[in-house]
């Protein structure tokens, strides 16, 4: 098929300018509006949710298992750490284009057409769970969304200073928008459970460059817990950061552990909802410098 342009084509593997088109599955939740930048867009209907993506050098990284793609993580991470909603990103197609295409309403139209013959064509080879991340377009579950008011610039605002996010920020953020997806199936619960623990370390190496940046010499993990006792403006229980975190950790990943074997560790939902609750918003300072719970999506 043509392009808009005519020069906007899929391609079935990476590219060096083009770009990444991604599904959004009704098991997400996500704004009432589009928002779109110059060099990334997130549109919104009733029938059809999804993003894009400018592809201006070959994404980084390679995992044949892993389908979040480094470039597309500033965009979800924006409307996470803003409060505009926990995108679910599932399919998408990649497109290669040889010149730098503007985000125009036209290339915006094509974009979504190539993304419903992409997801045409998957059809034939999805499996039955892949049924549940339809969209309406094509006889899926209605969309959830949500009017979040005025956050188009605090979307705006975080993606541009993600755009520029340090391997460990980008692997935090990420680990993020993967728990959120992975608890809306609950027997998947205690991987997203995992997901916030990496998110967790992430955070933990982030605050003590935070805190040797500002001058401290050799900061340890109390540095650590008494930081984000400042900036959150309470005391929390630990002696170290998240200690009792850390500690489910521990049983979750490790078997033989310090704290006792068991077949099935004992895990509360509080300890997804509750650490959960904490780290978007302690994200959100480490990116932003605001740290404020106000504006989490409900």
């Not at 020069?7 to 959004?24: C, D, E, W």
């Amino acid at each position: 098929m043509d392009g808009y342009y005519g020069q906007v084509k899929q391609s079935y593997k990476p590219v060096a300018s083009g770009f990444h088109i991604r599904l959004m599955s009704p098991l997400g939740v996500y704004p009432d509006r589009s928002i779109i930048l110059a060099d990334a867009a997130f549109i919104v209907s009733p029938e059809l949710c999804f993003s894009i993506v400018r592809i201006v050098k070959e994404d980084w990284g390679f995992s044949e298992v892993d389908s979040l793609a480094p470039l597309d993580i500033p965009l979800f991470g924006g409307l996470i750490l803003s409060g505009a909603g926990y995108p679910y990103p599932f399919s998408g197609a990649t497109l290669e284009s040889q010149t730098h295409e503007a985000l125009t309403p036209g290339c915006i139209a094509e974009c979504r057409q190539h993304l419903l013959i992409a997801l045409e064509e998957q059809k034939a080879h999805e499996g039955p769970a892949a049924i549940v991340h339809r969209p309406p377009i094509l006889g899926g579950r209605a969309y959830d969304l949500y009017d979040y008011g005025g956050l188009t610039e605090r979307v705006r605002d975080c993606i541009a200073l993600l755009d520029t996010a340090s391997p460990v920020m980008l692997r935090g953020i990420a680990s993020l928008i993967k728990a959120q997806m992975a608890w809306r199936h609950g027997e998947f619960a205690d991987a997203a459970c995992i997901y916030l623990w990496i998110a967790l370390d992430a955070a933990h190496s982030l605050t003590l460059q935070k805190l040797r940046e500002s001058g401290v010499q050799n900061p340890t993990s109390k540095d650590a817990s008494d930081h984000f006792d400042e900036i959150a403006g309470f005391e929390t229980p630990w002696e170290k950061f998240f200690e009792e975190d850390y500690e489910n950790r521990i049983r979750a990943i490790h078997p033989d552990n310090r704290f006792g074997a068991e077949a099935r560790p004992q895990f509360l939902a509080d300890d997804f909802y509750e650490l959960n609750e904490l780290l978007i918003p302690y994200f959100r300072y480490l990116v932003t410098g605001e740290f404020n719970n106000r504006y989490m999506a409900e």
